[in-house]
């Protein structure tokens, strides 16, 4: 079984200040990791995702995240926010070879302060 | 065309009406998915079809009834539905699923319950 873990619900940030968002995962085998973003009425967008290949992954729009095993997180930074940053972002556990399940986090709201 | 549509945007329907949501994908992606969104929730997994066929049902009720007529197309069928049946309904399709197959979502369809 897996299981994903969002450390914030809330983070909110000045434009031009870096980005942080937390998420820890539990899993019993190797996982893919996904980020997506959702902006308001609209559908979830893939960021990044970890595959078992580099532990660094560099995503769309700036983003990226760092997959560290020994610490079982897989936590989201940008360099930079940007108002257009404003959105919620999902952190997301896959399942094993041959289920087509993920396993969402609650969700980090983003706000960019002007 | 890298784009999962959905139709309609907005839905609204009566407790004894019938209606269909729509999903198209013509990116060649084989597994197919429907999920419910609650505001400010993740996205609960109602349905998967793989290659055409239906793989996973999460317990959903008999009143939505998913129909996957070709490998670009994915419909869910709403018949005598609950005002708590008000979501965002989204779409997703993947190249085959598994863990390493990143799912790509669509816009969604608001429905509303009266």
Known sequence: AQSVTQLDSHVSVSEGT???????YSSSYS????????????????LLKYTSAATLVKGINGFEAEFKKSETSFHLTKPSAHMSDAAEYFCVVSGLIGNEKLTFGTGTRLTIIP | DTEVTQTPKHLVMGMTNKKSLKCEQHMGHRAMYWYKQKAKKPPELMFVYSYEKLSINESVPSRFSPECPNSSLLNLHL?????????????ASSFRGGPNNEQFFGPGTRLTVL
């Open chain 1, 31 to 46: 996982p893919s990791l996904f980020w997506y973003v959702q902006h308001p009425n609209k559908g979830l967008q893939l």
């Open chain 2, 79 to 91: 018949h005598a539905l609950q005002p708590e049946d008000s979501a965002l309904y989204l779409c």
């Open chain 1, 18 to 24: 870096p980005v942080l968002l937390r998420c820890n």
